[in-house]
């Protein structure tokens, strides 16, 4: 799945309890689709309030159904699964270091924002390896310190390490949160889930 403030992007097959927890805790409309014909969506899909970017791959049919939301850009390089590869907010997006120049302008012209290319943990998918709200990051947590600087570099917003799941460091696998609120994955800590809330702003 991939989750924006106004959106959350699920598969046909989401259970209807899980869609219901994710309505309630994420306060979205709810966006059922496959990409690519895929149900692996928060891999192939990334973006912010202003752009959706896509697998080139996409469907006619999945591209309009993305499109009743707002903009969609599609990569049509090899390097195209979005949600890897991509992690943005409204203000900046950090990308693969790898992806090509011309693509990273593409990227930052559809989302409006500044791009940075960067590791976390030395990860080079970006999109898995942290999760990113407008109210706060969280990465990898062997991310090193110059990497953590470099982000803090590009926003105005706090960053902070975190896993989740009893110790898994690839945040993207087991993380939906958006401002509204948050859902982890059953095996996610006290102390991780202590993380999260503190990190994104949601501790009383």
């Known amino acids: 799945m991939r989750v924006f403030d106004d959106v959350a992007v699920i598969p046909p097959e989401t ?3 899980l869609r219901a927890q994710i309505a309630k805790a994420l306060s979205v409309d709810l966006l059922e689709t496959t990409i690519q014909g895929s149900p692996i969506i928060g ?3 990334a ?4 752009a959706f970017i896509v697998s080139g791959l996409v469907t006619e049919e999945e591209c309009d159904k ?3 939301y707002r903009d969609v850009v599609t990569l049509k390089h090899t390097m195209n699964a979005a949600g890897n590869v991509i992690l ?3 203000s900046f997006a950090a990308v693969h270091p790898e992806m090509p120049s011309d ?4 990227i930052g012209a559809a989302l ?3 791009v940075i290319k960067i590791t976390f943990g030395g990860i080079k998918t970006v999109g898995m390896a942290a999760v990113a709200t407008n109210k706060g990051i969280i990465v990898h947590p062997r991310s090193t310190r110059a990497e953590i600087q470099r982000l803090e570099d590009a926003v105005d917003i706090p960053v902070g390490t975190g896993s989740i799941n009893m110790g898994t460091g690839i945040i993207g696998t087991g993380l939906l949160v958006n401002t509204h609120g948050y859902l982890a994955g059953n095996a996610t800590s006290g102390f991780e889930l202590g993380r999260i809330e503190d990190v994104f702003g949601f501790l009383e």
Do not use: C, H
């Open 112 to 114: 409006e924002v500044p």
């Open 47 to 50: 973006g912010n309030s202003r």
């Open 43 to 45: 891999s192939l899909l």
């Open 15 to 17: 259970p209807e309890e």
């Open 66 to 68: 993305l499109a009743k």
């Open 88 to 90: 943005a907010n409204d």
């Open 103 to 106: 693509i990273v302008k593409e």
